[in-house]
């Protein structure tokens, strides 16, 4: 059976702040560009179409996101399954130089859609198009220097963005920047963080609701739990604290119920009340958002693939608790080796996010696979794993939607309304009360 994968991959500029993302994706056993044999392309195309007709919605949702379309999919209207104002229509060679496709793109650019063109070069057909499109994407690895510069400071000039894409090393992103890009993409840019989050930084409104949570009369330790788990710091925080001298017992904590048990409700206030004071007027700025978003992500994703994952030494809500940690060396500025050894998560945990070793390793690395569009790790990482491969993008898909509408609801301002409204279930499962 082909293995069909779609993800999303973070485009920033040189601030670090996301500009968007572009939707990669790949089935048949091979990328959907123009440079696959015709009769595939259709069978690509038919793919892709079916996929997004159902999955618009969640591909898209909150992002200006930039997608390659082949000749077919234009053909196909599949542009207009979006919101003008959320996608970018790429295109490629295999586009410009087809007889009827830039009719397509002309039609789609008349209709208030935005135009980027992949690899631009030096040639008459592309600077054509320079009236059309409002970016260029440039790839470090096949486009010399000179050409990129050349080609920044004319695109500049025309008021063009310029996105120099495919940057894995720090030499990569340095060298973007000199050339002043607008934008970069790339493993590198994808995982770069511009300076460290604060120490314990935390979602703000999630903060709130948690410390209307343990005054009620009669507090909810579920509820409790919950919002807890949603934060990777504050997962780690009451943790660590339960697992102090001060509370020693013979058996650790190592599950947030096992730790808020432990503490009790009374020591519990009195660090919400104290973490409080010690936060108060910081702004979350960009960077620790990201990182917050990614770890939620992970832990979400981490945990609906232990559905699927076979032999599995480890259980869902820890393969959680692993999403979730991998992020913490970015938010508490200290190496994830020293940050591991204050909580007791298991072995294979720590193994896993410090050397990638044994099951939950693998679990991690196709996490970390899928979010670099590493379509053939991510096969065999699957396969090793007993995932069966087709879900892999469905599943990725809803833990993204899962994450986006918590978000949504973590970020907003704390109403009188939030404090008596259910709080969303870890892994974005349904609470009891809603089913």
Same mark, same amino acid.
């Given at each position: ?21 572009? !939707? ?47 000749? !077919? ?78 080609? !920044? ?19 990569? =992103? ?71 001298? =001060? ?116 679990? =991690? ?71």
């Amino acid at each position: 059976m082909s293995n069909k994968y779609i993800v999303r991959q973070p485009i920033k500029d040189a601030q670090g702040k996301i500009w968007g993302h572009e !939707i990669l994706y790949h089935g048949e056993n091979q990328a959907f560009t123009g440079d696959v044999a015709s009769q595939n392309e259709y069978a690509a195309a038919d793919t892709i179409y079916s996929f997004l007709t159902q999955n618009s919605t969640k591909a898209l949702r909150g992002s200006l996101n930039f997608m390659t379309f082949t000749t !077919i999919l234009l053909m196909k209207k599949t542009p207009r399954l979006f919101d003008r104002s959320e996608l970018v229509i790429q295109i490629d060679d295999s586009v410009i130089i087809h007889p009827l496709s830039m009719h397509f793109v002309q039609q789609y650019v008349k209709e208030g859609y935005r135009i980027a063109v992949n690899e631009f070069q030096f040639a008459p057909r592309y600077l054509a198009l320079l009236d059309t499109i409002d970016y260029i994407k440039l790839n470090i690895k096949t486009t010399a220097d000179t050409a990129m510069k050349n080609t !920044i400071e004319i695109g500049h000039s025309m008021n063009k963005k310029c996105i120099i894409t495919n940057i894995d090393s720090e030499a990569d =992103y340095q060298k973007a920047i000199s050339l002043g890009a607008d934008a970069m993409e790339g493993t590198f840019v994808a995982e770069r963080l511009m300076t460290k989050a604060h120490s314990g930084a935390y979602l703000q409104s999630n903060f709130f609701r948690l410390m209307v949570a343990v005054t009620q009369d009669d507090p909810d330790i579920d509820e409790i739990e919950r919002l807890i788990s949603m934060d990777a710091s504050l997962s780690y925080g009451v943790l660590k604290m339960a697992n102090s001298v =001060y509370f020693a017992l013979r058996h650790r904590a190592t599950t947030i119920h096992q730790a808020i048990v432990t503490l009790g409700l009374g020591q519990l206030k009195q660090w919400i009340y104290l973490l409080s004071a010690s936060n108060a007027g910081q702004e979350m700025d960009a960077s620790t958002e990201e990182f917050l978003k990614l770890s939620f992500m992970r832990a979400n994703f981490c945990s609906e693939l232990m559905k699927y994952a076979k032999d599995m030494p480890i259980s869902k809500s820890e393969a959680y608790l692993m999403g979730m940690f991998s992020t913490l060396n970015h938010l508490i500025d200290a190496p994830l080796e020293e940050i591991l050894e204050e909580v007791p998560v298991s072995d294979e945990i720590k193994a896993a996010l410090l050397r990638k070793e044994g099951r939950c390793g693998q679990l =991690y690395e196709l996490v970390l696979s899928y979010e670099a569009g590493n379509w053939n790790e991510i096969t065999r990482l699957a396969e090793e794993l007993g995932i069966p491969n087709q879900i892999l993008t469905s599943v990725y898909f809803i833990c993204m939607e899962n994450v986006n509408v918590l978000w949504e609801q973590l970020t907003n301002a704390y109403s009188e309304q939030d404090a008596s409204a259910p709080a969303p279930a870890e892994n974005g499962e349904a609470s009891e009360e809603s089913k």
